[in-house]
Every structure is written in C-alpha cells, then in structure tokens.
C-alpha cells in the first residue's frame, strides 16, 4: 500500500509530467536509436504522412509495451521508447514499484499526439505518444 508521502510524489510527478507535455510538445525531437521497434518507414500502420494516423491498436500496443518495461524495470527498453531516451521515467518514479496499466487511448486535435491512461492503483493519469518525424515514443 502506498504512503501518503508516496501518493504526494506520485501526483507531483505526473502533474508536473503533464503541464511540461502542454509547453514543451514541439521540443522533443531526438535521434531515434536504429533498433526502435516503432519507426517502420514504408508500413501502413507507422506512416510518416499526416493522412495516415497509426490506428488506436497500434498506439495502444506502444503504451503497453512501454507500461511493459516500466513494469518490469527494463531500462534498456525504457531509454528506447521514451522521446528523451533517458531513465528513470516520470512513470517509473510515479509508480513507485507498484503495478501500472493501461486504459483508453484517446486522440487529440493534433495527429501527432495521443493520450493513453495510465492506472496506478487506484490512480490514474496521462500518457503521452507523440510522432517525431515517423517515430512514435512516449513522451515521459
């Protein structure tokens, strides 16, 4: 059961994860490591072109994997899902050890971004997944 200390740092984070998304969106462009298993070039289902959104299986399948990892502490993967390519996540200090989720996914009025909900016990927030250039990561 978490504490009260731990709930406090929990939401902190995710606020503070969240209000960063709003301003900084257009600032994360890294390099993608060539291994990334989200940047298909020439599939239907990861196009670069604006008209062709990846559908919400897809989508849902990169916040599962990269709640996965979270989950399972997995740094390697972690650093390769993650817009900034750094560890430890905002998610992984939010959860704090305790199991993560993944809820509905939801499309914004930008096609570049998407929000998928993330539970944390009887808690819950905001995912980011975003496109840069082709790639889709978490922005975390």
């Given amino acids: 059961m978490p504490t009260r200390e731990s709930r406090r740092l929990r939401h902190a984070l995710l606020t503070a994860g969240v209000l960063s998304t709003v301003s900084a969106a257009a600032s994360c462009s890294p390099a993608t490591p060539p291994d990334n298993p989200w940047k298909h070039p020439g ?11 990846p559908d919400d299986v897809t989508l849902r399948k990169l916040a599962e994997d990269y709640v996965a990892a979270v989950n399972r502490d997995d740094r390697t993967a972690i650093t390769e899902l993650t817009c900034a390519h750094q560890v430890p996540s905002m998610l992984q200090l939010a959860a704090n050890g305790e199991r993560v989720r993944v809820g509905e996914i939801s499309r914004t009025h930008d096609p570049n ?23 889709w990561c978490v922005r975390d």
Avoid: C, F, P
Wanted: charged share 20%.
């Fill in 43 to 53: 599939t239907t289902t990861m196009s670069t072109a604006a008209s062709r959104e």
């Fill in 113 to 135: 971004v998407v929000r998928a909900t993330v539970i944390i016990g009887d808690w819950s927030g905001g995912l980011w997944l975003e496109n840069h250039d082709g790639t």
